[in-house]
């Protein structure tokens, strides 16, 4: 890794503050993760959901991780929570994302991905999600970063990063699937 | 969005993010929970002046799927029988409390000049022979998904066939709209008298030929004989207009095989449409209806599942 990464770096939109992960250490965190989860539930049926928009290619880093430590093929899927916020109201109308499911959660455990824990609120939405699409055995949350300033009372069972904020702070996560790069950056203010 | 009261009021962007948000709500339809909370604390009204099934159902169901509160008033059975005005109608209605009206009415303009008295977001649900707005949108729903499945989704250059009586038709106005804003080619078919003043001046060509225009068909739309509206003089018998303009079983023989037929029903089987027309395997008239409540779901959505002031 190239240490000058992690330097201040005020220019172009969207490049400020600094990394905090690059793309070697997520590579890492996604692997750690992927052995904590099979090791957690290896006798489940899993069904890992990514949350979009970034959720979802996380989702699919865990799956191929999963595949590379014990060969197991975890089906992968995607769940849109749009209809689900508490906060719908309070801006324009938000467009819809997809809900994919690879196969039925009725029984299974299904592991929550997403990118950024923070006040928790995506996830009560997920899990009200859920709730009107099956009936799951257990339901395990796995986070890349964990930046803290809960509002209520939700943890993850998986974490990449804790990463301690200010809730002045934005923590960003880029993936190349979706973005430029892949690395998590964090500055001041609420420039993201 | 604030109202929608015709297939005019939207650009192509907007069309494809309301068809789209309509694939992800249709797929409520399957679930075992057929519910979304995202118009919940919101209340529709069905304001309908005219008779109806399917729009009324489907903006209901579309309605509560979302969780708003719905109710419906018809003018059967409502103060509207004891001579009440339609603005006293709506603004009584409209001081209850109510965010969306949703109003079929008899007069062209109606849901337009509603919107000048209450500040609920409106929605044109079919006004007289003017148009038909979310009509027009779930049949680009279900034409999109018939194109899809032949490995296109544009409407660029596909042909599509409005047949039948277009004077009095809400649902050929909207889709002639709807279908020019998507870029499709659009047809109309129908017997001189039954082809408004005007059309010269609308984006389609016009053929009298049912038999010329079928060949080079990808939709057929099939429209309703309005027997309801017709003062006569429009057709000499139901007999002849079955003739030059019904999709026969002859007739079907010589529609393309890769295209689909559509109709917005009530259907009036054996004077427009055919049985081995309307129960085929070209046939897409259980898909539109399936396609109206996701439709409606997205259209409400859309108006009422922000603030738009923020």
């Not at chain 1, 904590?36 to 979802?56: F, M």
């Not at chain 1, 928790?120 to 300033?149: E, F, M, N, Y």
């Not at chain 2, 069309?15 to 679930?31: H, Y």
Request: glycine residues 8%; proline residues 5%; charged residues 25%.
């Amino acid at each position: 890794m190239d240490p000058t990464d992690h330097g201040v770096d005020p220019g172009t939109p969207g490049h400020e503050g600094r990394v905090v992960l690059n793309e070697a250490e997520i590579s890492r965190a996604v692997t750690r993760m992927a052995h904590q989860i099979l090791e957690a539930d290896h006798d489940a049926a899993l069904v890992l959901l990514g949350i979009p928009t970034r959720g979802v290619p996380l989702a699919h880093r865990l799956a191929t991780a999963m595949e590379q430590a014990d060969g197991r093929t975890v089906p992968v899927g995607a769940l849109d929570i749009t209809l689900y916020r508490d906060d719908l109201r309070e801006q324009p109308t938000r467009p819809v994302g997809r809900t994919v499911l690879p196969t039925g959660i009725d029984g299974a455990t299904v592991i929550l991905v997403d990118d950024v824990l923070y006040s928790g609120r995506t996830i009560r939405a997920a899990l009200d999600a859920l709730g009107d699409l099956g009936r799951p055995r257990a339901v395990r949350l796995a986070v890349l970063v964990d930046r803290g300033h809960r509002e209520l009372p939700i943890r993850a069972d998986h974490v990449g990063k804790n990463l301690p904020t200010s809730s002045t702070e934005t923590v960003r996560v880029r993936l190349a699937e979706t973005d430029d790069v892949t690395e998590v950056r964090i500055s001041k203010g609420d420039h993201a | 969005m604030r109202h929608l009261l015709s297939a005019a009021d939207l650009d192509r962007d907007e069309v494809t993010a309301i068809l789209d948000q309509a694939e992800e709500m249709s797929q409520v339809q399957s679930r075992p929970v057929k519910k979304l909370p995202a118009l919940r604390g919101r209340t529709v009204v069905n304001l309908f002046f005219e008779d109806s099934t399917r729009t009324r159902s489907s903006f209901e169901l579309a309605g509560k799927w979302l969780s708003a509160d719905v109710i419906n008033v018809s003018a059967k059975g409502s103060s509207v029988s004891k001579g009440e005005s339609l603005r006293d109608t709506v603004q009584t209605i409209a001081a209850m409390g109510v965010d969306a009206l949703v109003i079929r009415h008899h007069a062209s303009g109606a849901p337009l000049q509603t919107t000048q008295w209450i500040d609920a977001h409106v929605v044109n649900a079919g006004d007289g022979t003017h148009e038909h707005p979310t009509q027009s949108l779930l049949d680009a729903f279900t034409m999109r998904r018939h194109f899809r499945s032949l490995g296109d989704d544009s409407f660029v250059g596909k042909r599509v066939l409005i047949v039948g009586d277009i004077t009095h038709s809400r649902v050929a106005r909207s889709n002639v709209l709807l279908l020019q804003t998507l870029g499709a080619e659009v047809t109309l078919v129908a017997p001189p008298t039954l082809l408004p003043s005007g059309v010269g001046s609308w984006p389609v060509s016009v053929n009298t030929d049912f038999d010329a225009a079928l060949p080079t068909a990808d939709v057929v739309m099939m429209l309703r004989v309005q027997k309801e509206r017709m003062s006569g003089g429009y057709f000499p018998t139901p007999r002849e207009y079955t003739v030059g303009y019904g999709l026969t079983r002859d007739r079907l023989a010589t529609m393309p095989e890769h295209a689909v037929i559509c109709h917005p029903g009530p259907m009036n089987r054996g004077l427009e449409i055919s049985a081995d027309a309307a129960d085929g395997a070209a046939s897409r008239i259980l898909d539109q209806v399936a396609a109206g409540v996701a439709v409606r779901m997205s259209v409400l959505y859309q108006l009422l599942g922000g603030d738009e002031d923020k």
